[in-house]
C-alpha cells in the first residue's frame, strides 16, 4: 500500500480540489462559428451535450465532405486534417449520462484522396504550424477517437479521463493558453460541474494534467493545468495557468511529480511556464461583448530570474462582439487581434519567445498547436460580419496573419477569406464552410531584396481553396433503468 495514493493519478488530483473549473457542457464538434455565436441570443448548440441531464443517451451521426487544392489551411477544428484532395469522414458521437456517471466516444472513420506537392521546408518552431501537410505516422495516430472518456459526478465536482474538445478564454479565433487548434490530448482532471454561485459571483475552476505524450526525442512530457474564472453580473475574470515539464531523458519525471508541480514547485527552473489572464465584459441589455486577454511565458535563461523580464514577453489578445447591431436582433460583427511578435530586447536581454521550446514538441500535440494557432513570433487580426436567426446563420470573415515577424524580413502573411454557413431544421444540421487563402514569402523563402524588386522565389507564393460540407443527425432518448 505504500505510495498507493500518489499512483493513483486520478486519486491524486481528486484530493487537490481548491483549485478547478466548469465541464457541464461538452460540445463534440465545436467550430469558430459556434464561438462566435455562443453569447448570443442565437447559440448553436446543435453538438451541445449537458453532463447535468439524468439518465439520457445521445447518439449523433456527422458526415464530412471536403476538397483541398493544396496547402492544409484549416484551424480550431479539433484537429481535423485535410491534405490537399478531397474525400469524406463519417463519425458518431455516443453518450450516456446515467446517475453519476458520464461516458462518451467518437469514433470515425474517413476516405481521403491524396495529391502530393513539394513545398519550401519550414523548420523549427515554424515547423508545426497549421499550413504543415503531417506525415502518415501522425495522419494514423490523429485518427482514434475523439471526445472519449469517462468522468464521474460527485455533489458540485466531476473528475475524470478523457480527450474532449477543450477551449479557454473569451476569444472565437484564438487563445493564448488552450484551443481545439490540435486534437483533444488525453488528461486526468477535477473540475466543478458548473458555476458555483454565491450572492456576489460565481465561480468555475477546473485542474487537470495530461497523460504522457512523446516528444520528438521519444521522451515523455506532461501538461499541468489550472483554469480559474469568475463571473460576476455583466463582468467575467480568468487566470489559467499551465505548466510544461518533463522531456527530458536523464531527468526521473512521472506523472506523480507532474501533477504536483504547480505547488511543489520541483525543478521548476527546467520547465516552461505559461500564466494568462482575461477580463470579458457583456451586457445582455445592448447586446455588445468586449474582452482582452493578456500573458506571458515564463522560462530560466541560465541564472537570470524569468520575474525580471516577464514583461518583455507580454502577448495579447483582444477583441469585441456585436449582436443585433443597427436595431436589428438578427446582424453580428466583430473583430480580433492576437500578437504574439517576440520582443524587441531578444537581441539584448533573454527574452522567451511564445511556444518555442523543441522539448515540448513548441506546444504542440500530433502536429498542431494546443494553443493560439498563429503560434510563435506572430499577429493574426481578424474581421467578421453576418447574419443569425434560431434556424440558420451565415458569417463571412477575413483575417491578415503573419509568421515570424523578427524573425525574417520579409515575414510570412497570410490572407483568408471565408464563409461560415449553418442551418438547423429540428435534429438535423448542415454547415458548410468555405476558404479561400492566399499566402507570401511562404517558408521564409524570400529575402529583402525581393520585397524592394517587388519578386518572388519558387514557392512563396501558395494560394488554397478549402470546403468542408457536413451534415448531422441527433438523436436524444431518456432511458429507465
Not at 515547423?127 to 458540485?156: A, C, W, Y
Not at 490530448?185 to 475552476?205: E, M, P, R, V
Not at 467575467?236 to 515539464?245: D, F, N, T, V, Y
Not at 522560462?299 to 436595431?327: E, T
Request: aromatic fraction near 18%; charge should be positive; proline fraction near 3%.
Amino acid at each position: 500500500m505504500k505510495n498507493f495514493f500518489l499512483k493513483t493519478p486520478l486519486f491524486f488530483i481528486y484530493i487537490i480540489c481548491s483549485t478547478q473549473i466548469i465541464f457541464s457542457q461538452i460540445d463534440f464538434d465545436l467550430d469558430e462559428h459556434k464561438l462566435i455565436l455562443r453569447k448570443g441570443r442565437y447559440a448553436i448548440k446543435s453538438t451541445q451535450v449537458s453532463t447535468d441531464t439524468a439518465n439520457a443517451l445521445t447518439l449523433s451521426i456527422i458526415q464530412k465532405f471536403y476538397a483541398n487544392s493544396n496547402l492544409p489551411n484549416f484551424e480550431n477544428k479539433n484537429g481535423l486534417y485535410l491534405h490537399k484532395g478531397y474525400g469524406s469522414e463519417n463519425s458518431f458521437f455516443v453518450s450516456l449520462n446515467y446517475k453519476n456517471v458520464f461516458l462518451s466516444a467518437q469514433p470515425s472513420i474517413g476516405k481521403h484522396n491524396k495529391y502530393s506537392k513539394n513545398y519550401p521546408e519550414k523548420t523549427k518552431t515554424f515547423s508545426v504550424l497549421n499550413d504543415i501537410p503531417l506525415d502518415e505516422k501522425l495522419q494514423v495516430r490523429s485518427s482514434t477517437p475523439r471526445n472519449t472518456g469517462v468522468m464521474f459526478k460527485s455533489h458540485k465536482f466531476l473528475f475524470g479521463f478523457g480527450n474532449w474538445d477543450q477551449w479557454w478564454g473569451p476569444g472565437n479565433h484564438s487563445s493564448l493558453l488552450l484551443t481545439n487548434n490540435s486534437r483533444g490530448h488525453n488528461n486526468y482532471f477535477i473540475s466543478t460541474n458548473n458555476y458555483l454561485k454565491s450572492n456576489f459571483a460565481a465561480l468555475k475552476l477546473k485542474y487537470s494534467v495530461s497523460s504522457p505524450i512523446k516528444n520528438r526525442f521519444n521522451n515523455n512530457f506532461y501538461i499541468t493545468s489550472h483554469f480559474i474564472n469568475v463571473k460576476f453580473t455583466r463582468l467575467e475574470l480568468g487566470w489559467g495557468r499551465q505548466i510544461l515539464s518533463g522531456g527530458y531523458e536523464r531527468i526521473n519525471w512521472n506523472i506523480d511529480n507532474a501533477s504536483l508541480v504547480i505547488f511543489s514547485k520541483n525543478n521548476i527552473r527546467l520547465w516552461d511556464e505559461v500564466n494568462s489572464f482575461f477580463i470579458d465584459y457583456f451586457s445582455q441589455s445592448s447586446d455588445f461583448n468586449i474582452y482582452l486577454e493578456m500573458g506571458y511565458p515564463k522560462r530560466w535563461f541560465s541564472d537570470i530570474n524569468p520575474k525580471i523580464y516577464y514583461d518583455h514577453m507580454i502577448g495579447y489578445n483582444i477583441g469585441f462582439r456585436k449582436f443585433g447591431a443597427f436595431n436589428n436582433k438578427n446582424l453580428i460583427f466583430g473583430a480580433e487581434y492576437i500578437n504574439l511578435i517576440q520582443s524587441k530586447y531578444y537581441v539584448k536581454i533573454p527574452s522567451p519567445n511564445w511556444y518555442n521550446n523543441i522539448k515540448y514538441d513548441y506546444h504542440s500535440y500530433l502536429g498542431r498547436r494546443w494553443a493560439a494557432h498563429s503560434g510563435s513570433d506572430s499577429d493574426d487580426m481578424l474581421l467578421y460580419a453576418g447574419f443569425s436567426n434560431d434556424k440558420f446563420s451565415l458569417i463571412y470573415q477575413i483575417n491578415y496573419e503573419r509568421h515570424g515577424v523578427t524573425f525574417n524580413f520579409p515575414p510570412e502573411v497570410k490572407i483568408e477569406s471565408r464563409f461560415l454557413f449553418h442551418i438547423n431544421v429540428n435534429d438535423f444540421f448542415v454547415s458548410l464552410n468555405y476558404e479561400n487563402e492566399y499566402f507570401e514569402h511562404y517558408g521564409f523563402v524570400d529575402t529583402n531584396n525581393n520585397v524592394w524588386t517587388e519578386s518572388f522565389e519558387h514557392g512563396s507564393i501558395q494560394c488554397t481553396q478549402t470546403i468542408l460540407f457536413s451534415i448531422s443527425s441527433r438523436i436524444n432518448n431518456p432511458i429507465n433503468f
